[in-house]
């Protein structure tokens, strides 16, 4: 059993400057930097860092796989103002949870299916705040199963391209599907890396570690860009 420990308690945002060519690889982008401090410190476990194809989120197959289950344990037919998949841990491409939000006779409701260790769907909760006002931001739906998922691995491939080659390693942490009132799609991800060169501390049985956080999104035409 090895294990990360990532800190949640400092982050540093930097503000960086894409190339004016768009054939020149993408060496800087806006990115968020975990620092670890071993005083305030969130403990997260991986058995290993090898992860089957029908579970890695960055594989076809692994990208069929996540939406069958949804599509399953939610319904195809099951209408969503949004929907989220996200790793199991850090660093890691392992399919740990999908969550979906909808309305259901005017309540905001969400409900998780968890992927791993074992599958298992979690009882639907209403939002803790209800109310008008946030109720009428949440208009929009569409059918789980007119989501796109297929595109994924392909569009994830195009934003490691993007990432300066400084870094390695790179995951994907969350994909979100969003509908707004007018019923427009809207998609953004997260990646994280490891930075070349940057190597990991071992305390006993634990290994501390960094990683960095890349934002992307798909603009009206389905091309990758970075999150603002």
């Known amino acids: 059993m090895s294990y990360i ?3 949640k308690f400092l982050f540093l945002f930097h503000q960086l400057f894409l190339p004016s060519q768009n054939t020149e690889k993408m060496s800087k982008l806006k990115h968020t930097t975990a620092l670890v401090i071993a005083t305030a410190s969130l403990l997260l476990s991986a058995c290993n860092n090898t992860t089957s194809a029908d579970k890695d989120m960055t594989k076809p197959e692994g990208i069929k796989a996540i939406k069958e289950k949804v599509v399953k344990s939610f319904g195809a037919d099951k209408k969503v103002y949004s929907l989220s ?46 109310n008008e006002f946030l109720l009428s931001k949440k208009q929009g739906s569409i059918a789980i199963k007119d989501l796109n998922f ?11 391209k993007l990432i300066s080659d400084e870094y390695e390693g790179a995951t994907l942490h969350n994909w979100n599907f969003d509908v707004d009132n007018s019923n427009k799609l809207s998609e953004n991800f997260t990646i994280e890396v490891s930075k070349v060169g940057e190597a990991s501390e071992r305390k006993g049985r634990m290994v501390i570690s960094n990683y960095y956080e890349f934002g992307f999104e798909l603009d009206e035409s389905g091309k990758v860009k970075a999150r603002d």
């Open 150 to 160: 297929d595109k994924i691995p392909e569009k994830l491939n195009e934003a490691f």
């Open 5 to 7: 420990l990532i800190n």
């Open 85 to 130: 998949f996200s790793a199991a841990d850090h660093l890691s491409n392992e399919a740990g949870s999908a969550t979906i939000h909808y309305l259901e006779n005017g309540k905001d409701m969400s409900q998780t299916l968890t992927l791993s260790p074992e599958e298992k769907l979690q009882n639907a909760e209403p939002a803790l705040v209800q």
